[in-house]
């Protein structure tokens, strides 16, 4: 009998679905369509249920484990529907025989909102049709459902040929389980894999499994601590818990979940850790499908403050709740750190993992390294026993000492004696003059000061011993110009100096790697980038709270008051160079005398030098290029040129660009790319207009790129004596790639519309909106104008500060221009969704304005096309104020000259 043909009454008597409305679908016209209306129903009414459950609070694990289950049932009742009403086969052959089998994470019983269903089909032997059409009906109905499947049908042996060679195959088994099906079929599959599981070496599996880890990191991100993590893939993330499960799994295949290899593994400390992590990241997990409405597995800024919202987060003080939720999650991360290594010490310890180097091929090799109770452990720093700590707990800080001198890695027992030693860490130990002398050596002397000092973070011992540093471990600022996290960032710059010192970077900083060795005060510099973001997300902002901080640190650590002080300067100033360099007209003497008195030595501006390059280079990769070196370059050296007694003149930068400005004197303009970036490089492309200076000119500039869709991230502007303008632009496109860069042509065009737009022949027009961009609306950024009379004789310098967009440019220059000003020189700066843009103006007849009715009209006509945003632009989603506290007062006029103390790196 057809299954179109079947009398509902043989379906609603039989084994199959029961209910007048599967007996319906059996019968109508289109099976496929009735059963996948009817599933839906069931199927979404279940998903609903487990989602306020997840609103209402409850576990990650739980909650995953609802998601799985209504996928159990929906697929259960398919598959009866399937082999009982449309394929039956009421006494089937040995040929007809089927199992469905979860395989995979959902095999594991737990799912995601949004995740694959992983799904084994399996049959004795080779496919027959019948199989073919069940498999077929499934399939189609789970993709009219709009589920994701990750499916394949093999026989028995086909799965355990497979198994043999081919790890991922063996990892989706190992978590295999029956749905429906033939139970005979899949109890003897099972039982036939766990005896091969048991029987064969685990070593190989597990050296695969961590190498996949590896790679793994290196596609999602090497570094724990990036601001936009993926909580699947990600270092410190659900899959790296994963692998400890198919590590425990593979070595007790017959375990549930692994759990008699995890609590001989891990002591009970480390397992209540390992629950809660994984708690933790499943619950992110779910709420980050749920915000994004799809399988999402990267927590980027748009999501964040949603899911922080969602799992009940609230800020506290300053601390925005977005920021208190991602320190929380990567403190999760670095827990998830210790657990691999906790787990690799018992494996090795076992016999069980892979030696990964010649040196540990040696058995037993164990050398001591002249401090009692430390030795070389197959290749590895470790230690005697923790009763070494107790003893002496300055040995917490001599061990990695010991670590760097010797170049070793810690070996997995000591990361954990270190860390279940903490206690040991009081005030009397963080003024012992031997901890802090071992300390200062790893930090100034050290041969890798960024991989020891992050062990050291990562067991948690550098927080205790230095109570200020605890305060940033895991700290996030919510914005998109710092890739990482406070510490990490620190951490970062810290490894950017040794580099700088040992010569490694010398071809893109000849200047630093020359000026790094003239130092005087190495161990200072080195206290003073540790300590130098401390102050974050304090009351009193983060450079007064950072030197505050840092003196009470230091006087711990036992330095004298000269040497304090000489810290402390730097912490409070350490962006002082930055600022003047990147917001202020450094070819105008006052200016670089205005820095020289700030500065007040020579050694403070070589300090300062290095501690700036490192500090910007930190922040992420493509932040730091040859535009702001160019800068910091060109401050750096006049200012010590004043300090060697010479003459301050006014530079002419037209003078760099000689050719050019020929040209431009010839034709009356020229444009040209000074600099197209490799395809590797996440910069911009350069492009110069030199041409005779007239009113308007930087507007019909600024138009002409906002209309071809170039996003101007820097910019300079500068006008000589004789009327000859030199206008520097670096550029992206929309997506914050170098203009023109997948697309050339797109730079040939752009160089004629700014020649025309030079001349002042109008060109085509901006595109009326710009793409909305999810990520840029989910910061709401206070907008900010200050009018600085003081800073130049001859200008007043307008700063705005605001949420950066395309066209912003060319709004701000026609606000100038139709306030009747001209604009000397300007420079542009953007970090993440904040831009920061000086101008240096004159009025028509090129003298400085005056202060008065005029000026207030400009601060807040500048304002309003600051606000664009709010005022038609593009939709703000889930807006935080998270920058509010790290802003200067919104229009204050400056009453007099004083130094920059704030700038974007503050943020």
Same mark, same amino acid.
């Given at each position: 009998m057809s299954p179109r043909t079947r009398r509902p009454a043989d379906i609603a008597e039989g084994p199959g679905p029961d209910g007048d409305g599967w007996a319906a679908a059996a019968a109508a016209a289109d099976p496929r369509a009735a059963a996948t209306a009817l599933l839906r129903r069931s199927w979404e009414a279940a998903r609903l249920r487990a989602a306020q459950r997840l609103e209402y609070g409850l576990g990650g694990v739980e909650v995953a484990r609802l998601y799985a289950a209504a996928a159990d049932d929906m697929l259960t009742t398919l598959w009866r529907f399937a082999t009982e009403a449309l394929y039956p086969a009421p006494n089937p052959t040995e040929a007809e025989r089927l199992s469905l089998i979860a395989v995979g994470g959902y095999g594991r019983g737990v799912l995601a909102p949004f995740s694959d269903l992983d799904l084994l089909f399996l049959r004795p032997w080779k496919s027959i049709p019948r199989t073919e059409q069940v498999i077929e009906f499934m399939l189609y109905v789970l993709w009219d459902l709009g589920v994701k499947v990750g499916q394949s049908a093999r026989s028995v042996d086909e799965c355990l040929a497979l198994a043999k060679t081919d790890m991922t195959v063996r990892t989706a088994l190992l978590e295999a389980r029956p749905l429906v099906g033939d139970e005979r079929l899949a109890e003897d599959f099972i039982a036939r894999f766990r005896t091969f599981v048991v029987k064969a070496d685990p070593r190989p599996f597990i050296a695969a499994k961590l190498e996949e880890r590896d790679a793994r990191h290196q596609k999602a991100g090497a570094v724990r601590?990036? &601001?936009?993590? $993926?909580?699947?893939?990600?270092?410190?993330?659900?899959?790296?818990? $994963? !692998?400890?499960?198919?590590?425990?799994?593979?070595?007790?295949?017959?375990?549930?979940?692994?759990?008699?290899?995890?609590?001989?593994?891990?002591?009970?400390?480390?397992?209540?850790?390992?629950?809660? *992590?994984?708690?933790?990241?499943?619950?992110? /997990?779910? @709420?980050? @499908?749920? &915000?994004?409405?799809? *399988?999402?597995?990267k927590l980027t800024f748009d999501l964040q403050p949603e899911v922080a919202r969602r799992m009940g987060w609230r800020g506290r003080g300053d601390e925005p709740a977005v920021e208190r939720f991602m320190r929380r999650y990567f403190i999760v991360a670095r827990d998830v750190g210790g657990l691999t290594r906790a787990l690799s010490a018992k494996l090795e310890a076992r016999q069980q993992k892979p030696t990964l180097s010649l040196s540990r091929l040696i058995p037993g090799r164990r050398r001591k390294l002249g401090v009692e109770g430390f030795i070389e452990d197959g290749g590895r720093l470790s230690v005697a026993g923790p009763e070494v700590f107790a003893a002496a707990p300055e040995k917490l800080l001599q061990l990695f000492r010991c670590a760097d001198a010797h170049d070793l890695d810690l070996h997995p027992d000591a990361f954990s004696a270190v860390s279940r030693s903490l206690s040991l860490v009081t005030p009397s130990l963080r003024r012992d003059p031997e901890a802090a002398r071992a300390f200062l050596d790893v930090l100034a002397q050290g041969q890798r000061p960024y991989r020891v000092l992050t062990l050291m973070n990562e067991t948690g011992l550098l927080g205790r011993f230095l109570p200020e540093w605890g305060r940033i471990v895991g700290q996030t600022q919510f914005n998109m110009y710092h890739a990482y996290t406070v510490d990490e960032h620190t951490l970062q710059a810290i490894g950017i100096i040794n580099d700088i010192w040992r010569g490694k970077l010398k071809d893109e900083h000849p200047n630093a790697s020359e000026v790094v060795h003239r130092i005087d005060d190495f161990e200072a510099l080195m206290l003073a980038m540790l300590l130098h973001d401390v102050g974050k997300g304090g009351d009193r902002g983060q450079l007064e709270d950072g030197a505050i901080a840092a003196r009470r640190a230091c006087d711990r650590l036992g330095l004298d008051p000269r040497r304090i002080e000489f810290v402390v300067w730097l912490v409070r100033n350490h962006l002082a160079l930055s600022d003047y360099a990147q917001?202020?007209? &450094?070819?105008?003497?006052?200016?670089? /005398? *205005?820095?020289?008195?700030?500065?007040?030595?020579?050694?403070?501006? /070589? !300090?300062?030098?290095?501690? !700036?390059?490192? +500090?910007?280079?930190?922040?992420?990769?493509?932040?730091?290029?040859?535009?702001?070196?160019?800068?910091?370059? +060109?401050?750096y050296q006049r200012t010590e040129a004043v300090f060697r007694g010479e003459d301050l003149i006014r530079a002419d930068p037209l003078n760099d660009y000689p050719a050019l400005m020929a040209r431009a004197r010839a034709d009356g303009v020229a444009a040209e790319v000074l600099e197209r970036p490799s395809e590797d490089e996440d910069s911009a492309t350069r492009v110069a207009v030199a041409a005779t200076d007239r009113p308007g000119l930087f507007v019909d500039l600024a138009e002409a790129l906002a209309a071809a869709g170039a996003d101007v991230v820097g910019a300079r502007v500068a006008t000589a004596e004789d009327g000859a303008a030199l206008d520097v632009f670096e550029l992206q496109d929309g997506a914050g790639a170098p203009y023109g860069q997948a697309e050339p042509r797109r730079i040939a065009r752009l160089l004629k519309a700014l020649e025309a737009a030079a001349r002042g022949q109008p060109g085509r027009a901006r595109p009326s909106a710009a793409p909305f961009n999810s990520r840029r609306a989910a910061f709401d950024v206070r907008p900010t104008t200050v009018v600085d009379l003081e800073q130049s004789p001859s200008a007043a310098v307008v700063e705005v500060s605001g949420a950066d967009r395309p066209g912003l440019l060319a709004d701000l220059a026609r606000a100038l221009a139709d306030a009747g000003l001209s604009i000397r020189s300007a420079h542009i700066a953007g970090f993440g969704e904040r831009a920061v843009d000086s101008f240096y103006v004159t009025d028509a007849q090129g003298r400085k304005p005056k202060a008065g009715a005029a000026l207030e009209r400009l601060r807040s006509d500048l304002e309003m096309v600051l606000d664009h945003k709010e005022r038609g632009g593009a939709p703000v989603s889930a807006p935080v104020r998270a920058s509010l506290r790290d802003v200067s007062e919104v229009g204050r006029l400056r009453p007099a000259r004083r130094p920059v103390s704030r700038g974007p790196e503050a943020r």
């Amino acid at each position: 009998m057809s299954p179109r043909t079947r009398r509902p009454a043989d379906i609603a008597e039989g084994p199959g679905p029961d209910g007048d409305g599967w007996a319906a679908a059996a019968a109508a016209a289109d099976p496929r369509a009735a059963a996948t209306a009817l599933l839906r129903r069931s199927w979404e009414a279940a998903r609903l249920r487990a989602a306020q459950r997840l609103e209402y609070g409850l576990g990650g694990v739980e909650v995953a484990r609802l998601y799985a289950a209504a996928a159990d049932d929906m697929l259960t009742t398919l598959w009866r529907f399937a082999t009982e009403a449309l394929y039956p086969a009421p006494n089937p052959t040995e040929a007809e025989r089927l199992s469905l089998i979860a395989v995979g994470g959902y095999g594991r019983g737990v799912l995601a909102p949004f995740s694959d269903l992983d799904l084994l089909f399996l049959r004795p032997w080779k496919s027959i049709p019948r199989t073919e059409q069940v498999i077929e009906f499934m399939l189609y109905v789970l993709w009219d459902l709009g589920v994701k499947v990750g499916q394949s049908a093999r026989s028995v042996d086909e799965c355990l040929a497979l198994a043999k060679t081919d790890m991922t195959v063996r990892t989706a088994l190992l978590e295999a389980r029956p749905l429906v099906g033939d139970e005979r079929l899949a109890e003897d599959f099972i039982a036939r894999f766990r005896t091969f599981v048991v029987k064969a070496d685990p070593r190989p599996f597990i050296a695969a499994k961590l190498e996949e880890r590896d790679a793994r990191h290196q596609k999602a991100g090497a570094v724990r601590y990036r &601001v936009e993590p $993926n909580v699947k893939d990600g270092k410190g993330g659900l899959r790296d818990l $994963n !692998t400890l499960f198919w590590i425990a799994r593979s070595l007790a295949p017959e375990s549930p979940l692994g759990a008699r290899v995890m609590d001989d593994l891990l002591t009970p400390r480390e397992r209540r850790t390992f629950e809660e *992590a994984f708690d933790f990241l499943w619950r992110t /997990r779910a @709420h980050l @499908h749920m &915000v994004a409405g799809r *399988a999402e597995e990267k927590l980027t800024f748009d999501l964040q403050p949603e899911v922080a919202r969602r799992m009940g987060w609230r800020g506290r003080g300053d601390e925005p709740a977005v920021e208190r939720f991602m320190r929380r999650y990567f403190i999760v991360a670095r827990d998830v750190g210790g657990l691999t290594r906790a787990l690799s010490a018992k494996l090795e310890a076992r016999q069980q993992k892979p030696t990964l180097s010649l040196s540990r091929l040696i058995p037993g090799r164990r050398r001591k390294l002249g401090v009692e109770g430390f030795i070389e452990d197959g290749g590895r720093l470790s230690v005697a026993g923790p009763e070494v700590f107790a003893a002496a707990p300055e040995k917490l800080l001599q061990l990695f000492r010991c670590a760097d001198a010797h170049d070793l890695d810690l070996h997995p027992d000591a990361f954990s004696a270190v860390s279940r030693s903490l206690s040991l860490v009081t005030p009397s130990l963080r003024r012992d003059p031997e901890a802090a002398r071992a300390f200062l050596d790893v930090l100034a002397q050290g041969q890798r000061p960024y991989r020891v000092l992050t062990l050291m973070n990562e067991t948690g011992l550098l927080g205790r011993f230095l109570p200020e540093w605890g305060r940033i471990v895991g700290q996030t600022q919510f914005n998109m110009y710092h890739a990482y996290t406070v510490d990490e960032h620190t951490l970062q710059a810290i490894g950017i100096i040794n580099d700088i010192w040992r010569g490694k970077l010398k071809d893109e900083h000849p200047n630093a790697s020359e000026v790094v060795h003239r130092i005087d005060d190495f161990e200072a510099l080195m206290l003073a980038m540790l300590l130098h973001d401390v102050g974050k997300g304090g009351d009193r902002g983060q450079l007064e709270d950072g030197a505050i901080a840092a003196r009470r640190a230091c006087d711990r650590l036992g330095l004298d008051p000269r040497r304090i002080e000489f810290v402390v300067w730097l912490v409070r100033n350490h962006l002082a160079l930055s600022d003047y360099a990147q917001k202020r007209d &450094v070819s105008d003497p006052e200016t670089v /005398r *205005a820095f020289t008195e700030l500065v007040g030595d020579p050694e403070r501006l /070589r !300090t300062l030098l290095i501690l !700036t390059v490192a +500090d910007i280079r930190a922040v992420g990769p493509g932040v730091w290029n040859g535009w702001k070196g160019q800068l910091i370059r +060109d401050l750096y050296q006049r200012t010590e040129a004043v300090f060697r007694g010479e003459d301050l003149i006014r530079a002419d930068p037209l003078n760099d660009y000689p050719a050019l400005m020929a040209r431009a004197r010839a034709d009356g303009v020229a444009a040209e790319v000074l600099e197209r970036p490799s395809e590797d490089e996440d910069s911009a492309t350069r492009v110069a207009v030199a041409a005779t200076d007239r009113p308007g000119l930087f507007v019909d500039l600024a138009e002409a790129l906002a209309a071809a869709g170039a996003d101007v991230v820097g910019a300079r502007v500068a006008t000589a004596e004789d009327g000859a303008a030199l206008d520097v632009f670096e550029l992206q496109d929309g997506a914050g790639a170098p203009y023109g860069q997948a697309e050339p042509r797109r730079i040939a065009r752009l160089l004629k519309a700014l020649e025309a737009a030079a001349r002042g022949q109008p060109g085509r027009a901006r595109p009326s909106a710009a793409p909305f961009n999810s990520r840029r609306a989910a910061f709401d950024v206070r907008p900010t104008t200050v009018v600085d009379l003081e800073q130049s004789p001859s200008a007043a310098v307008v700063e705005v500060s605001g949420a950066d967009r395309p066209g912003l440019l060319a709004d701000l220059a026609r606000a100038l221009a139709d306030a009747g000003l001209s604009i000397r020189s300007a420079h542009i700066a953007g970090f993440g969704e904040r831009a920061v843009d000086s101008f240096y103006v004159t009025d028509a007849q090129g003298r400085k304005p005056k202060a008065g009715a005029a000026l207030e009209r400009l601060r807040s006509d500048l304002e309003m096309v600051l606000d664009h945003k709010e005022r038609g632009g593009a939709p703000v989603s889930a807006p935080v104020r998270a920058s509010l506290r790290d802003v200067s007062e919104v229009g204050r006029l400056r009453p007099a000259r004083r130094p920059v103390s704030r700038g974007p790196e503050a943020r």
